[in-house]
């Protein structure tokens, strides 16, 4: 069998949306644009929904649009895609980074307040594999510290807390829409939030600060620039693919979840290993993007030897994430780095396996997927 870790939902309904597009006459800054922003509102139930050309631009963005500087400093957590912490150092600014709890790999909020001084301008939080944060008490302390909350829900759509979808809980939440999320555009992200005025901001500055775009202006070609901007634009091919991608999601995630909890049940378990925990009340919801098995220090030199075993029988698997941010090459460098600072973040990038759970595989994928688990650690004499 061939079980990949991710595979894009794509089928006759992009195809036709997408050919519909290059029928046209307009392939950026268009109606399709538009309407996948209304879209993924009403799916989010967000006031305001922005469009970008991906995650990490939507990030940028928003610390651009806030005015955030060289000297200036955002807390971010040391467990997450490298994008998180770019998207600070693009601005110049500096990313504080702080360790996260072992048992769910989101931001530990009882280290947040020690990184708090003068500089400190925003707390970014990452939902890790679509686990939310403790989010009520990271508003807490940023509305405390009068600090902007940034949500990176790259791993989250469908994530909810008391019903309230990531991304709506602090200022503003930014998603992604890589091939292998739980909803693709081929390339792109989505900004949501509440306040009127900076996505009326959010809007003018990832179109070069250009005051009109092309069905608003009068006379063709012509406009003005109100301030210094990107194109951080979503192209109306993109567009067209999401907006038939979310008729999709809520299938999308009632298959992940199902998957999730099958796999689970036949591989928590194994010895020397346990799953990273989900959420165990109906307040608060997972968007399920992987199942996450930690190994047992005792066993971490060896997982190279089982990612390799699963392999070679054809079930994809990944690590989320390879090191703690800090850890990597660039940051390490650039502010050096102390593990003992970061001791769940390295715990978690040194020993967990990520198993696929996606909505292109079923029932006898996760069956195959833990009988040879099983068989694997029997054969490595992991039992």
């Not at 686990?131 to 994530?159: H, M, R, T, W």
């Not at 005792?298 to 997982?303: K, M, P």
Request: include cysteine; aromatic fraction near 8%; proline fraction near 5%.
């Amino acid at each position: 069998m061939k079980i990949p870790f991710g595979k894009p939902m794509i089928d006759d309904s992009e195809k036709n949306a997408v050919a519909s597009v290059l029928e046209g006459s307009i392939l950026v800054h268009g109606p399709k644009a538009i309407e996948f922003e209304h879209e993924f509102a009403n799916f989010t139930n967000a006031p305001y929904s922005i469009s970008v050309s991906s995650c990490t631009a939507g990030m940028h963005l928003i610390y651009f649009a806030l005015g955030i500087k060289s000297a200036d400093e955002v807390i971010i957590p040391a467990q997450t895609h490298v994008a998180t912490a770019h998207a600070v150092s693009l601005t110049g600014a500096t990313p504080v980074f702080v360790d996260v709890l072992d048992s769910s790999g989101n931001i530990d909020y009882k280290l947040i307040k020690e990184k708090i001084n003068p500089n400190t301008k925003a707390i970014a939080v990452v939902h890790y594999l679509g686990i939310p944060v403790d989010i009520k008490k990271v508003k807490q302390i940023s509305d405390k510290y009068n600090l902007f909350l940034l949500e990176d829900c790259a791993l989250a759509p469908g994530a909810l807390v008391d019903g309230v979808h990531a991304g709506l809980h602090g200022d503003a939440g930014v998603f992604s829409f890589y091939p292998v999320k739980h909803l693709t555009t081929a390339e792109g992200g989505m900004i949501i939030l509440k306040d009127k005025s900076l996505a009326d901001k959010l809007k003018l500055i990832k179109a070069f600060g250009v005051n009109r775009s092309h069905g608003e202006r009068s006379t063709p070609g012509l406009y003005d620039v109100e301030m210094l901007g990107f194109n951080y634009r979503m192209s109306e091919i993109h567009a067209a693919i999401g907006i038939e991608q979310l008729k999709k999601i809520k299938s999308f995630l009632e298959i992940r979840k199902e998957n999730h909890e099958l796999l689970s049940n036949m591989i928590s378990n194994l010895p020397k290993v346990r799953v990273i925990e989900q959420p165990v009340n109906n307040s608060v919801v997972s968007s399920h993007y992987c199942l996450g098995l930690l190994l047992d220090k005792s066993i971490s030199s060896r997982r190279a030897e089982i990612m390799d075993s699963l392999t070679r029988l054809g079930i994809g698997t990944s690590i989320y994430y390879p090191h703690p941010v800090p850890r990597l090459q660039y940051y390490k460098d650039k502010y050096g780095y102390d593990e003992a600072k970061y001791k769940n973040a390295a715990y978690i990038s040194d020993n967990i396996i990520a198993f696929p759970v996606g909505p292109h595989l079923n029932r006898d994928d996760m069956n195959y997927i833990a009988h040879n688990t099983n068989k694997i650690w029997r054969s490595l004499c992991l039992m």
